[in-house]
């Protein structure tokens, strides 16, 4: 692990060289509960990128993994997130990336492509559609969950989901109720259509939780979507799918 400091709050990464060449830097982005390990080098991401000759690096968002605990739900704003992003890059000397984001992280590139365009060369949206504009996808109930005893004392579904999640994770439950309650922004269908940089929308045809890809990606001028047969939310992530449609989109970039 390596760490920085973003505005003074001191973020974990990993950056991974590419199997073979130089390698085009490529930012991952995780989900809310998750870090770099779960979210990306447990699921193969990592080593299917560097196989494909990227240059890898992901960072535990705040909250999260490895990084700083904060425990107000203001430090957890979706810019705020996306500034961490865009500081590594600086920390890095990296110029440009490819950003690829998962649920929140989906969120927070987003975030980040709206505000720092020159930064972004493409975008992949993995597990949020169209509720980047209609909803927040995770319920506010997940705070709760969080704040809760125990697991034993939760019988709503997706409440177990992600406390269980975030015990088998060993994160710290009192950031992730704050960081629940001060993430939850949405973009405008203005300012959505305002991202000119290519976008993958990547979504589960069984996840509930994103919304649409495909109204999403027909709101950016540059967006596609792709479908992820049979996948819910959790699922999705790791699918063989995902992976060949996020590395077909990287390889047209290079090539455009």
């Known amino acids: 692990m390596h760490f920085f400091s973003s505005d003074g709050v001191r973020l974990a990464y990993v950056d991974v060289p590419a199997h073979e060449g130089e390698g085009r830097p490529v930012i991952l982005v995780h989900g809310f509960a998750s870090n770099h390990a779960v979210n990306w080098a447990n699921t193969l991401w990592t080593t299917t990128l560097a196989r494909a000759g990227r240059r890898v690096i992901a960072l535990d968002n705040r909250g999260h993994g490895q990084s700083e605990k904060l425990y107000e739900p203001s430090a957890y704003h979706s810019d705020v997130m996306a500034e961490d992003v865009r ?3 600086d920390h ?4 440009e990336a490819d950003v690829v984001g998962y649920s929140m992280g989906a969120r927070i590139t987003a975030h980040l492509a709206l505000r720092h365009p020159g930064r972004v060369r493409s975008a992949v949206l993995g597990g ?3 509720h980047l504009i209609h909803g927040v996808g995770l319920p506010l109930g997940i ?3 969080m704040e809760a005893p125990s697991l034993d004392g939760l019988t709503d579904p997706m409440q177990r989901m992600f406390r269980a999640f ?7 439950l009192e950031a ?3 960081c629940i309650r001060g993430s939850r922004q949405t973009l405008t269908r203005e300012e959505v259509g305002t991202i000119a940089v290519p976008v993958l929308v990547a979504v ?3 996840d509930p939780i994103a919304g649409s890809p495909h109204e999403l990606a027909a709101l950016l001028p540059n967006g596609r979507a792709l479908d992820i047969p049979g996948r819910d939310h959790n699922l999705a992530v790791g699918d063989k799918v995902h992976k060949q449609g996020v590395i077909a989109f990287l390889a047209e ?4």
């Open 253 to 256: 970039q290079d090539e455009a």
């Open 176 to 178: 992730l109720a704050a």
């Open 92 to 95: 890095l000397d990296l110029a």
């Open 166 to 172: 975030a015990e088998q994770t060993k994160s710290d």
């Open 128 to 130: 949020l559609g169209i």
């Open 143 to 145: 705070a709760d969950a």
């Open 87 to 89: 500081r590594l890059m």
């Open 204 to 206: 589960g045809t069984n």
